[in-house]
């Protein structure tokens, strides 16, 4: 039996379909990941815009042409949010929800809508690895209600991992690079063991360990120090901004202002001074006048980012900024398009700090990155290799890099 895994959405998404990957594999099926033919179809949705819902739905038509006959399962946000959507879809036998994937390979017999809730972290088996990097679950949920966001009434309250999960999956997983993620990391807590005290309980894993998204309020000067005293984590900080408006932050319903934010930078840069820190910028939110914008801008440069992921808002039935009124279609694009510009400026200067210098590398299938997540290419580099090498001019989106030694 041929059983196809199909992901649409975030890299908590793509860890629990590896998950599922892995379980199918452990009940006897072929596992892939590619859409093509098979017996089985799980599809793993999203629902962080109305857009990610409709790929979502238009995917189960997908699988279809693939095998008419074949069974189609459907979990995730998506089918959380709108289950007789797809449960009303030919072919579809079950559709469950966000929660309880580890009780989904159990149900796959099973017929109609079935959802449940969580009140504790869910352990799934460990991912199948299909790249070089692991990403390791740490928790899920969120408690933050962003008035522009649907996940928290979707996956539910923040729950998190054990620290001793976290570390055994991290010490059998053997790969040189893990990636923490969860929908908001930075709510981690395991009775006295916040995101600070894990890392420094990851130290011993032969790994060099990146962090997923943070929120500004996790970085403190004690939170930064443990970090740093773990010895390897990676010098890459992805802190969530969406505006350098307080205002627009406000209407968002942020908890931090412009200051609070561009304070929680100046801290990373002062105990890792050559850090990466990468955030996201959302362009025309309802309340966004130009003056806000243009703080938007200005904060590309303020905090010295070195890559800014720049996108237009899409209202989201269900939450609060759906209510207000959106900005016209022209505007969003057009100021979503300055912010890219200005990252991209932002993004090259920084580079432009490490071309000439050695740094270590992790190479994928197509270049690699460095630890503080700069994008390099190297002639004779492998997929899998860690080699210390030496940045020499910008190329493609990063920097041609000659190989000095590989580290074994």
Do not use: W
């Not at 390979?105 to 199948?128: H, Q, S, Y």
């Not at 309980?201 to 120090?225: H, K, M, N, Y």
């Not at 959302?282 to 130009?290: D, H, R, S, W």
């Not at 938007?296 to 010295?304: F, N």
């Amino acid at each position: 039996m041929k059983a196809c895994v199909f992901t649409l959405g975030c890299k908590m998404n793509e860890v629990e379909s590896a998950s599922l990957m892995r379980g199918l594999e452990e009940r006897g099926y072929e596992v892939t990941d590619e859409l093509g033919y098979a017996d089985l179809y799980l599809l793993n949705t999203c629902a962080v815009t109305a857009e990610a819902e409709k790929k979502s739905r238009q995917a189960v038509a997908r699988m279809r042409k693939f095998n008419p006959a074949a069974r189609i399962v459907v979990c995730g946000c998506a089918a959380e949010h709108s289950a007789e959507a797809f449960s009303a879809k030919e072919g579809v036998t079950l559709v469950s929800g966000a929660m309880r994937k580890d009780r989904l390979l159990d149900l796959l017999e099973e017929r109609g809508v079935i959802r449940e809730t969580e009140t504790a972290f869910c352990e799934l088996p460990a991912p199948k690895r299909n790249k070089t990097r692991a990403f390791l679950r740490i928790q899920d949920g969120c408690n933050r209600f962003c008035s522009y966001c649907l996940i928290p009434y979707l996956r539910g309250r923040t729950r998190s991992r054990s620290a001793d999960s976290v570390i055994a999956e991290a010490m059998a997983c053997g790969a040189k690079e893990i990636v923490l993620t969860g929908i908001d990391i930075t709510s981690y807590r395991d009775g006295d063991t916040g995101l600070g005290e894990l890392l420094l309980r990851l130290r011993d894993v032969p790994a060099r360990i990146r962090l997923g998204s943070l929120e500004e309020g996790v970085v403190t000067q004690d939170f930064l120090i443990k970090a740093r005293e773990a010895g390897n984590v990676c010098p890459h900080f992805h802190l969530s901004l969406q505006s350098g408006s307080t205002r627009v932050l406000r209407a968002m319903n942020r908890r931090y202002t412009r200051e609070e934010y561009l304070a929680a930078c100046e801290r990373i840069y002062s105990v890792f001074p050559g850090a990466a820190i990468t955030t996201d910028i959302i362009a025309g939110f309802p309340t966004e006048t130009e003056e806000d914008f243009e703080a938007s801008l200005s904060v590309i440069r303020e905090a010295g980012f070195a890559r800014v992921h720049a996108f237009p808002f899409s209202p989201r039935g269900g939450t609060v900024a759906a209510k207000l009124p959106d900005l016209p279609a022209e505007i969003k694009r057009e100021r979503t398009a300055r912010l890219i510009g200005e990252g991209k400026r932002a993004g090259d200067f920084y580079l432009g700090r490490f071309l000439g210098s050695t740094a270590r590398a992790l190479f994928e299938e197509d270049g690699g990155y460095t630890e503080n997540y700069l994008r390099v290419y190297a002639s004779g580099a492998h997929e899998g290799g860690m080699y210390e090498v030496r940045l020499i001019k910008p190329y493609r989106d990063g920097a041609y890099a000659e190989i000095i030694k590989e580290i074994k």
